[in-house]
């Protein structure tokens, strides 16, 4: 399986202002993705990020709320922006690895805590 | 819509069984299952596409009846590891995008 870096690990950040949460993972992988976790509940999806091309929003997200990046096959960043407390949640990214071609296997990242005041 | 698991908690003597169940209300191409510990990021357990396969790992199985859209999870001899919350993920088609479980938390005690 691959390493997969996410930055920063926690942050806690005032209201109005943004936030870009990193994730580099060491080889190339063809699938990325973005989820949200509130404490205690499961996984969101909040959108695949893809390379080359503009990323795919799940229903309740928006490009304007959270632009991701995919600039190579080993990066993207997700900005939370314009921070409200709603926005206070774990934010994963994962890969998705594997030569089968379909429905392979998604690692995640550690998670970044975002608390907003 | 989100898949629905049974049961939301769970609390087991180490050497217990346990299983844990997936249901969806449309027809699934793959299951996922997953556990995440306290604080951390998820951990890929196994996976099972259509076709009502069923697998292992170690101590730990797994159904899918894609006719009645649910998957199965086992765990046999429970040890103190295995505590976590369970989640299953799952696909409608083969393009790896995957809709979460509302999770099981499983709790195991000496």
């Known amino acids: 399986s691959a390493v997969i870096s996410q930055k920063p690990s926690r942050d806690i950040c005032q209201r109005g202002t943004s936030l870009t949460i990193q994730c580099q993972v060491d080889s190339q992988v063809t699938m990325m993705f973005w989820y949200r976790q509130q404490p205690g509940q499961s996984l969101t999806l909040i959108a695949t990020?893809?390379?080359?091309?503009?990323?795919?929003?799940e229903s309740g997200f928006v490009i304007d709320k959270f632009p991701i990046s995919r600039p190579n096959l080993t990066f993207s960043t997700l900005t939370v922006s314009n921070m409200s407390p709603e926005d206070s949640s774990i934010y994963l990214c994962?890969?998705?690895?594997?030569?089968?071609?379909?429905?392979?296997?998604?690692?995640f990242g550690d998670g970044t805590r975002l608390s907003i005041l | 819509q989100q898949p629905v698991q049974s049961p939301q908690a769970v609390i087991l003597r180490e050497g217990e069984d346990a299983v844990i169940n997936c249901s969806s209300s449309?027809?699934?191409?793959?299951v996922h299952w997953y556990r995440q510990k306290h604080g951390e990021a998820p951990v890929f357990l196994m996976i099972l596409l259509k076709g009502g396969e069923q697998k292992g790992h170690e101590k730990i199985s797994a159904s899918f009846n894609e006719k009645k859209q649910q998957s199965s999870l086992y765990l046999t001899a429970s040890q103190l590891s295995y505590s976590g919350t369970y989640f299953c993920g799952t696909a409608r088609f083969g393009n790896e995008k995957l809709t979460f479980g509302t999770g099981t938390r499983l709790t195991i005690i000496p």
């Open positions: 990020a893809n390379q080359g091309s503009e990323a795919t929003y």
């Open positions: 994962s890969v998705s690895i594997g030569a089968g071609g379909r429905n392979q296997p998604q690692h």
């Open positions: 449309k027809a699934l191409y793959s």
